[in-house]
């Protein structure tokens, strides 16, 4: 059997099959959720305006009860110490109430994210972890998207180079695995774009694409957290991401994964597609700027 024929068989064998999405507005989550919906699930979308809520457990039953796989994202940050608790919690009580596939979204090279991890792994569910690299999507939705309008990216990466995924990948990773999970359960999956870029390299591909005079400017990860202050972030907010942009912008993440081939059977996206494609949404249009 082809590759095609097995993705074909298992996309018809997901008819009826229910799925919690979480963060289902989010930039994942919607994703899931419309990638989800195409390959035959039934999505229950799983948001505050859908009525759950991690940060209130009276939400989760009525959420979960009656579904068979749920993909789970937590709200801030992986490495939040919150996100250990809560995850494994609401793991628990979907495992409890009969939810048996969990997948988990956690990022790549981010020590902060094991103890999230190992709290999935301990739920008693049929578990599989995709450990994402750093989002093409950063640079087209989400606070990178101003600096880079007003033609300046200040940022703590350095000179480091990442392999940015599309998170159109992740989706389909998610969803395969939510179709076949009896095939990765158990299992960790690195997900990667199939180049390696430094963060001024890409500013310079939207620069290019856009035909606009785009800078990068890198900074210490503690001056960033500052300046993240200064514009209303919250204190622990901006520590939490000091913390973790000093150890995982340290060049552990410069290599390539073949992980997304192996569960799509091609290649992942590459970053030159997504800037061609979001710079005709004029996302990085020229903005006045704000006094």
């Given at each position: 059997m082809t590759r095609n024929e097995e993705n074909a068989a298992v996309t018809a064998g997901v008819d009826g099959t229910t799925v919690v999405v979480t963060g289902a507005s989010g930039r994942t989550g919607s994703r899931v959720a419309r990638a989800a919906g195409e390959a035959g699930f039934t999505v229950r979308a799983a948001s505050r305006a859908r009525g759950f809520d991690w940060g209130d457990r009276s939400t989760w039953e009525r959420t979960l009860r009656g579904a068979d796989a749920a993909y789970l994202m937590y709200p801030t940050d992986i490495g939040d110490p919150a996100a250990a608790e809560g995850i494994g919690a609401l793991a628990r009580e979907a495992a409890g109430l009969g939810v048996r596939r969990l997948v988990l979204l956690s990022a790549r090279g981010e020590d902060q994210a094991l103890p999230a991890e190992e709290a999935l792994k301990g739920s008693g569910a049929d578990w599989t972890v995709v450990r994402a690299s750093w989002f093409a999507q950063n640079f087209s939705e989400g606070p990178l998207?101003?600096?880079?309008?007003?033609?300046?990216?200040?940022?703590?990466?350095?000179?480091?180079?990442?392999?940015?995924?599309?998170?159109?990948?992740?989706?389909?990773?998610?969803?395969?695995?939510?179709?076949?999970?009896?095939?990765?359960?158990?299992?960790?999956?690195?997900?990667?774009?199939?180049?390696?870029?430094?963060?001024?390299?890409?500013?310079?591909?939207?620069?290019?694409?856009?035909?606009?005079?785009?800078?990068?400017?890198?900074?210490p990860a503690p001056a960033y957290g500052e300046a993240l202050t200064g514009f209303g972030v919250p204190a622990g907010e901006a520590a939490l991401l000091v913390e973790v942009f000093e150890t995982l912008l340290d060049g552990r993440n410069a290599h390539l994964t073949d992980d997304v081939r192996e569960v799509l059977g091609r290649a992942p996206r590459d970053f030159s597609a997504f800037v061609r494609e979001a710079a005709t949404t004029g996302v990085w249009r020229i903005r006045p700027m704000a006094f």
């Open positions: 998207v101003e600096g880079i309008a007003h033609g300046e990216l200040v940022f703590p990466a350095g000179e480091v180079r990442e392999p940015f995924v599309d998170v159109r990948d992740i989706a389909d990773v998610v969803t395969a695995v939510l179709a076949d999970g009896d095939r990765y359960t158990g299992r960790t999956l690195r997900l990667t774009g199939p180049r390696l870029l430094t963060w001024r390299e890409a500013v310079a591909e939207i620069a290019a694409v856009t035909g606009r005079a785009i800078t990068y400017t890198p900074v």
